[in-house]
């Protein structure tokens, strides 16, 4: 996603990007306010302290009194020990909250993230949903564990103390609440610039993210077109301007706390003349003196910290508003409402009634009026020119996409009334892009099905043709690398093949799974797999005669519409563009045919 398409920081307002978190806070909120409480009763004991130096001083002290000393002194270190005491609640019930309220946010991101439908994956790139679900999240975890706290403690605490210098002597008071008016005015317009500042570097970072992700996954071939060199400077080009926007917004966080910086050193000195001419009238005692210098030294911290913290908050919630981006968006292919499993034969009949496809934000139809029928038990394959919308047909039956016109139906049933979860298990489908993940060949075989028997994995893997795994070092509980990348190409095929006519599902979709094969292996899987199809209402992408042959009749895909259904020889001898189609494979055509 690029920079125009992330909405404009100023846009939204901060507390309420920050409110977002609240319902994840929501189910934790005795330990948010426990973690409250006990910050705020350690901020009281704190300011008790001065309070009772001030009565030390202009008691005990200035009448000589010794033994008065002891309660007072008592009652200081009684209020140490209580500021600890809360301390320690504080920091437990804190944690406690924080890891939850994490927890639960990435677990709703994620679940997000699995239930976006792929036509949002194909619009996101990958790096800016990883910045946001790893440094955005972290952001976020800093902020509700320590940042917030402190926030709002704080502003309590200032609050306060500006009460009871009010009360200790309030001309003082006054003026040293006057010097907070320019920290003020100058804070909100620092934070508004850092606030956009901010958002341009989280942007930034997820760019980066993906610039690295893609030439990670796209090593073999910037490796092979020896491009490296190009690779590198667009890294850097984009690592260059993420430097020089964290620059810019150091500079406004170091000007914001030069001031918040400046301001106490001032308001002290201030504080001191002021102070030392109401002792001189006698208008203030010298205890009253103490205690004030005293109150506002436990000021130094709230004030100083309130640059960083206003940072830190404007930080976080350009986190929430971009992890916000995607809890927000719509989930268009998800169960209706009320809908309950049905009963669905195996194998099942699909139908493509009046079916119609157009890319969200197009205007360009990839399939329109296309209505095809496959009778249960048959294998139909899909023939058509690249780009004709193939694989977007046969993505339509498990609801990886949705129609935008006509239905899909299963004996009748439009897919949409069925439960997702039942949907997906009706359907298997197998890509041309074998994906693998980074686990043991047995989970990557069982993810859809982990109830499987050994003999019904032993047989998937026969029909893919895959006993290859059986000679893993630790057979199938063998973890292959990252994305299987540890496999060749026809072999990764071949388990996500296996994969898919695991357990003999009632309908199939291959969408081109044997390209990757030699013509050796590739006989071979197409033998075995004619036993699996016979029980099977089986869609087949195909590219190739061999593949074609697999299947008892032929759609040909053209123009977004089926122009043409029959068996392969009726397909050669009538549609000319079946044959230009099929013509690359002439030779192994008329062998087969
Ligand atoms: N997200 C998208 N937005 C707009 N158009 C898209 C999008 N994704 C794919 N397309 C277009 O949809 C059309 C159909 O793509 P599809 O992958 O279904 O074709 P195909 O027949 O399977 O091609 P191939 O045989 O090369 O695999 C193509 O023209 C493609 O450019």
Same mark, same amino acid.
Not at 224 to 231: I, P, Y
Not at 500 to 508: D, M, Q
Not at 560 to 570: L, P
């Given at each position: ?189 620092? !934070? ?68 918040? !910086? ?332």
């Amino acid at each position: 996603m690029d920079d125009a398409a992330a909405p404009a920081p100023e846009d939204r307002g901060r507390l309420s990007a920050l409110l977002r978190l609240w319902p994840y806070a929501r189910p934790y909120r005795g330990l948010i306010a426990a973690t409250f409480a006990a910050a705020l009763l350690a901020t009281l004991t704190q300011l008790a302290v001065p309070l009772i130096f001030a009565a030390v001083v202009d008691g005990p002290i200035a009448e000589g009194d010794r033994a008065g000393l002891v309660p007072l002194v008592g009652l200081a270190l009684l209020f140490g020990i209580a500021e600890a005491a809360f301390f320690f609640v504080r920091r437990w019930a804190m944690n406690r909250s924080c890891l939850q309220i994490e927890r639960d946010l990435r677990d709703a991101l994620y679940q997000r993230l699995q239930r976006l439908p792929v036509a949002f994956h194909d619009r996101w790139a990958s790096g800016q949903l990883l910045s946001r679900a790893t440094s955005d999240m972290s952001t976020v975890r800093r902020f509700v564990g320590f940042a917030a706290v402190f926030l709002v403690v704080n502003l309590i605490t200032c609050v306060i103390v500006a009460v009871l210098l009010l009360v200790t002597y309030w001309p003082l008071g006054l003026a040293v609440l006057l010097t907070t008016v320019p920290l003020t005015v100058l804070g909100q317009r620092w !934070e508004r610039r850092y606030n956009v500042q901010s958002r341009r570097v989280q942007d930034e970072q997820g760019e980066l993210a993906t610039e690295v992700e893609e030439s990670v996954q796209g090593i073999r071939v910037v490796k092979s077109l020896g491009r490296g060199r190009l690779v590198f400077d667009r890294y850097d080009a984009k690592a260059r301007r993420l430097r020089r926007l964290e620059l810019d917004k150091v500079r406004t966080l170091a000007l914001l706390w030069c001031v918040f !910086e400046l301001h106490p050193q001032v308001t002290l000195a201030l504080i001191l003349v002021g102070g030392a001419l109401a002792v001189g009238s006698g208008a203030l005692t010298i205890g009253g003196l103490v205690a004030f210098v005293a109150l506002f030294t436990v000021l130094l911290w709230p004030i100083l910290s309130l640059g960083f913290l206003f940072a830190f908050a404007q930080e976080t919630a350009s986190a929430c508003d971009r992890i916000g981006e995607l809890l927000d968006e719509p989930l268009t292919v998800t169960d209706r409402p009320g809908v309950t499993p049905q009963t669905v034969g195996s194998p099942a009949r699909l139908a493509f009634e009046g079916v119609g496809f157009t890319h969200p934000g197009s205007s360009t139809p990839i399939l329109s009026g296309v209505h095809l029928t496959l009778e249960p038990g048959e294998t139909l394959a899909l023939v058509g020119a690249t780009g004709s919308g193939k694989t977007t047909l046969s993505s339509l039956v498990a609801r990886l996409q949705d129609v935008s016109a006509g239905r899909v139906t299963l004996d009748g049933i439009d897919v949409r009334d069925l439960p997702l979860a039942q949907l997906r298990g009706i359907v298997a489908t197998a890509f041309e892009e074998a994906t693998l993940f980074s686990m043991s060949v047995r989970e990557n075989l069982t993810l859809g099905r982990p109830d499987t028997t050994d003999a019904d994995l032993d047989e998937a893997v026969r029909v893919a043709q895959a006993e290859f795994v059986h000679d893993l070092p630790w057979g199938l509980d063998t973890r292959i690398g990252e994305q299987g990348l540890s496999l060749s190409g026809g072999q990764r095929q071949r388990l996500a093949l296996a994969r898919a006519v695991l357990g003999r599902p009632s309908v199939l979709v291959l969408d081109d799974p044997l390209s990757a094969l030699d013509v050796h292996t590739e006989a071979l899987v197409e033998r075995a797999l004619r036993d699996v199809l016979v029980g099977t209402t089986a869609l087949v992408v195909a590219h190739r005669p061999s593949t074609v042959l697999l299947a008892d009749r032929v759609a040909l895909l053209a123009g977004g519409r089926i122009a043409a259904v029959g068996t392969h020889s009726e397909l050669l001898a009538s549609e000319p563009t079946y044959r230009d189609l099929l013509a690359q494979e002439s030779d192994l055509l008329e062998t087969l045919s």
